[in-house]
């Protein structure tokens, strides 16, 4: 954990030194807030011509699962048009296998607590370290905005929960983690649309839709899986 905030610190002073160089006339430099955003994960196959059968069978099997992400950002206000963004987020996306029938349908009878419905859900954690410009098409009190960059992505865990239900209505669910779920590193580009509106003179509300696919896969194998979210980022920062 200190080596990531060593990190974080090393990213964020060389755009600080460059912003205290930038225009002395603007009283606000810098941005600095928190932001979460409610996503819906899935993920790309792409597979050799050997191992097409394997990828639709998972195509068929698989469904996209909701995650998030949530963390801090912090902005440089290039000029008024443009604002450089880093930021640090804890990002939780995946997928999960639909619903199969495991146990033949039962009306009565001792073997009602047997399993009929399970499916399983794949959570990949990461700390994702975006990197992005902001271009202002409308720069009032509310401005609306263009974005795209690209994040560092560090894998810290993955958890499998496998959820069972039963004829009763009840349901169980088994989980497990394992740090061997994926690369210890992967990279991803991001593209979206936003609108910033002004609380106070130093106070601003985001709104941000965006797109985060990754360019590297989630694990060196014949079939190269891809993650990807869509979600809403909303946040709240100040500018100093």
């Given at each position: ?225 891809h993650l990807y979210t869509a979600g809403i980022r909303v946040g709240i920062a100040h500018t100093f």
């Amino acid at each position: 954990m200190k080596q990531i905030f060593k990190s974080l610190v090393f990213l964020i002073l060389p755009i600080t030194s460059f912003c205290s160089e930038g225009d002395s006339i603007r009283s606000d430099k810098f941005q600095l807030g928190v932001t979460y955003s409610p996503e819906m994960s899935y993920r790309h196959l792409k597979a050799t011509t050997d191992y097409n059968w394997f990828k639709k069978i998972q195509d068929d099997m698989d469904a996209p699962k909701f995650g998030f992400s949530a963390g801090i950002n912090f902005g440089c206000i290039l000029s008024t048009r443009l604002t450089l963004e880093i930021q640090a987020l804890y990002a939780n996306k995946g997928y999960q296998t639909k619903e199969r029938i495991v146990e033949t349908e039962l009306q009565s009878g001792p073997l009602i607590k047997m399993p009929y419905l399970s499916n399983a859900v794949y959570s990949y954690r990461y700390l994702d370290i975006p990197l992005k410009l902001n271009y202002y098409l409308i720069n009032k009190k509310v401005k609306f905005y263009i974005t795209a960059g690209f994040s560092a992505n560090i894998f810290l865990d993955q958890q499998t929960t496998t959820i069972v239900k039963y004829k009763d209505g009840s349901e169980n669910k088994f989980k497990s983690n394992t740090k061997k779920g994926g690369e210890p590193f992967n990279f991803s580009t991001l593209v979206g649309v936003g609108l910033n509106y002004n609380l106070s003179d130093h106070n601003i509300f985001k709104i941000e839709p965006a797109f985060n696919y990754s360019i590297t896969p989630l694990m060196n194998a014949p079939i190269k899986n891809h993650l990807y979210t869509a979600g809403i980022r909303v946040g709240i920062a100040h500018t100093f």
